[in-house]
T-cell receptor, first 111, second 111 residues
Framework: SQQGEEDPQALSIQEGENATMNCSYK?????LQWYRQNSGRGLVHLIL?????REKHSGRLRVTLDTSKKSSSLLITASRAADTASYFC???????????FGAGTRLTVKP | DAGITQSPRHKVTETGTPVTLRCHQT?????MYWYRQDPGHGLRLIHY???????DKGEVSDGYSVSRSKTEDFLLTLESATSSQTSVYFC??????????FGPGTRLTVT
């Protein structure tokens, strides 16, 4: 079963706007990760946030984690057409060996 | 792609035939993974390996076997392919901080 569930399933915005995607999960985790996938390609790691962290930044990306609500959000600021992709959250089991991915959010950024 | 290759990249096979997919890495990572990606399901873990000859089952392991006789190669075998195994298969390795790096994928069609 999926551990992470992204919301919304699809998001369409204009270039320059911010995009926010959410992820909810079910069990305790060590860390949560966000990945990006362009059509027909493999996933690319974006950012990892540990269970004892609440917020993390990387360039135009901001990730938050609320372990009490078992949820995370990914914010992409000042979006670009090149940000068009699917975004997945992934959580690990406490043994760190087994990652569970959500079904993803399909982001479309219109120029 | 962190030195990860997959072969073949595309394959069409008939129901009941055996199929082996290969994942090759050049960076001596200990952990390697096989996932399948289907619409609406995100990525689901099939099997993973934590060292030469050390493997374990993932979420959807039925109908699949794996082998790892060398650090750099992780093989996924479908002993008798079925139409439900039509999917895109991704190999991944685990980096130092539990992030995963993915190969380009293999599109398998079972007719």
């Amino acid at each position: 079963s999926q551990q992470g569930e992204e919301d919304p399933q699809a998001l369409s915005i204009q270039e320059g706007e911010n995009a926010t995607m959410n992820c909810s999960y079910k069990t305790s985790i060590n860390n949560l990760q966000w990945y990006r996938q362009n059509s027909g390609r493999g996933l690319v790691h974006l950012i990892l946030i540990r269970s004892n962290e609440r917020e993390k930044h990387s360039g135009r990306l901001r990730v938050t984690l609320d372990t009490s609500k078992k949820s995370s959000s990914l914010l992409i600021t000042a979006s670009r057409a090149a940000d068009t992709a699917s975004y997945f959250c992934a959580t690990d089991a406490l043994n760190n060996n087994d990652m569970r991915f959500g079904a993803g959010t399909r982001l479309t950024v219109k120029p | 792609d962190a030195g990860i290759t997959q072969s073949p990249r595309h394959k069409v096979t008939e129901t009941g035939t055996p199929v082996t997919l290969r994942c090759h890495q050049t960076e001596n990572h200990r952990y390697m993974y096989w996932y399948r990606q289907d619409p609406g399901h995100g990525l689901r873990l099939i099997h993973y390996s934590y060292g030469v000859k050390d493997t374990d089952k993932g979420e959807v392991s039925d109908g699949y076997s794996v082998s790892r006789s060398k650090t750099e190669d992780f093989l996924l075998t479908l002993e008798s392919a079925t139409s439900s195994q039509t999917s895109v298969y991704f190999c991944a390795i685990r980096g130092l901080f539990y992030e995963q790096y993915f190969g380009p994928g293999t599109r398998l069609t079972v007719t």
